[in-house]
């Protein structure tokens, strides 16, 4: 069997829309930061899909090194700021934390 550009533009949807699908549906801060890394996941696979499978051009696996480095540094930014806003509010529930004061 023959894996093709389709296949993993597939696979990259569904990574796609099950990151949008947590973001839109979680309260919790953890989950909405789980679907924002799984957008990321399917913007890596396609950068390096399409650098396979397109002759001449850009690298894909330039970008999605930066990808990486990106997710990794807003994963720790936003688990400091999560840590943060527990702290002052004692809940990560997005609902509750619409008053930035305290």
Do not use: C, P, W
């Given at each position: 069997?023959?894996?093709?550009?389709?296949?993993?533009?597939?696979?990259?949807?569904?990574?796609?829309?099950?990151?949008?699908?947590?973001?839109?549906?979680?309260?919790?801060?953890?989950?909405?930061?789980?679907?924002?890394?799984?957008?990321?996941n399917a913007a890596a696979l396609n950068f390096v899909a399409f650098e396979h499978f397109v002759a001449g051009g850009v690298s894909g696996?330039?970008?999605?090194?930066?990808?990486?480095?990106?997710?990794?540094?807003?994963?720790?930014?936003?688990?400091?700021?999560?840590?943060?806003?527990?702290?002052?509010?004692?809940?990560?529930?997005?609902?509750?934390?619409?008053?930035?004061?305290?």
């Amino acid at each position: 069997m023959h894996v093709s550009l389709v296949h993993y533009l597939t696979v990259a949807a569904v990574l796609f829309g099950l990151g949008l699908f947590t973001v839109m549906t979680r309260r919790n801060a953890v989950g909405i930061l789980l679907g924002v890394e799984l957008i990321l996941n399917a913007a890596a696979l396609n950068f390096v899909a399409f650098e396979h499978f397109v002759a001449g051009g850009v690298s894909g696996q330039v970008f999605t090194v930066f990808i990486i480095i990106l997710a990794a540094s807003e994963a720790a930014i936003a688990l400091a700021i999560v840590l943060q806003v527990y702290r002052g509010y004692r809940s990560i529930l997005s609902a509750q934390l619409t008053d930035l004061k305290n």
